[in-house]
């Protein structure tokens, strides 16, 4: 899988969702850097990892990466991980493929609820009919203030999905919405998690954020006021600044264990 490595310091490892190019996080990922080793995935079909023959399978992701993670990655790392690609961090981390130091979640879809898998299986079924589907996805990712104050950034994010093949995304969808519940297993993801969504978000809603508040042992979340799903664009600096410190966070505890009961999960509203 192709992955590119930049700046220096501790690991951070960076899931893009479905539907969202890798590129789409290049401003936040140069601002990681600055004090960061930050290791960009590009998964099949998207950015510069080109797609493959048969059906996605979530497992041999994971495989796959943490396999390469043990080389790029040797002394630990963290995990930021946008829309689904925060539930690929968790889902691996419930099936022990990797123990981070710490997930952020940015739009956070950290279970799977079968409203999700609705809402896929028409976004695929509009895919196989070829019909055009990409324009109402973006209009939906960003507030209507936020499009009309900067037009360019709906419109980049329009051109770069629209080099991604149908065919790719129709298969990520399909190996999601094959996926068992795994809700009962948040409890086992050990490490801490740090959750933000949009208080706006349709496609991430923060209501499955709060549900997975009650299994996560070690969970914060915070829910932004008037921000859609793409928080690295409306909420930039304060994302940012929130982003930091979580790292910093999950930085200075690594090999100190905490005791779970000493990590009492709370939500904060902005």
């Known amino acids: 899988m192709h992955i590119e490595s930049y700046g220096r310091g501790a690991d951070v490892v960076i899931l893009n969702g479905v539907r969202q190019q890798p590129q789409d996080l290049e401003d936040l990922v140069s601002a990681l850097a600055a004090a960061r080793r930050v290791h960009v995935v590009h998964s099949p079909g998207y950015g510069r990892e080109p797609a493959r023959l ?13 396999l390469q993670l043990r080389a790029l990655a040797p002394r630990g790392f963290s ?37 999700m ?20 996805f973006v209009a939906g990712l960003f507030t209507h203030d936020f499009s009309a104050s900067y037009p360019t950034v709906p419109a980049a994010y329009l051109s770069q999905l629209r080099a991604v093949s149908r065919e790719t995304v129709a298969d990520e969808l399909r190996a999601l919405m094959r996926d068992r519940d795994r809700s009962a297993q948040l ?36 829910v ?13 600096e ?13 930085e200075s505890e690594a090999g100190r264990p905490v005791p779970v009961e000493a990590c009492v999960p709370r939500a904060a509203a902005q």
Request: proline share 5%; net charge neutral.
């Open 117 to 136: 898998r609705d809402a896929w299986r028409a976004v695929v079924a509009a895919l196989e009919a070829e019909a055009d589907v990409w324009p109402r």
């Open 238 to 250: 304060a994302t940012l600044r929130a982003v930091l410190e979580a790292l910093q966070h999950f």
């Open 79 to 115: 995990v930021l991980g946008v829309g689904c690609g925060s539930y690929r961090a968790i889902r691996a981390t419930q099936r022990g493929s990797w123990t981070p130091r710490g997930i952020i979640a940015l739009g956070p879809v950290p279970l799977l609820v079968e409203t």
């Open 224 to 236: 932004v006021a008037d921000v859609e799903h793409l928080l690295h664009h409306e909420d930039r």
């Open 187 to 222: 409890r086992d993801v050990r490490c801490p998690v740090y959750m933000r969504v949009g208080e706006q978000d349709a496609h991430a809603p923060h209501t499955l954020a709060l549900r997975a508040m009650k299994s996560l042992p070690r969970a914060r979340l915070d």
């Open 54 to 66: 048969g059906r996605h399978d979530l497992d041999a992701f994971e495989d796959e990466l943490r």
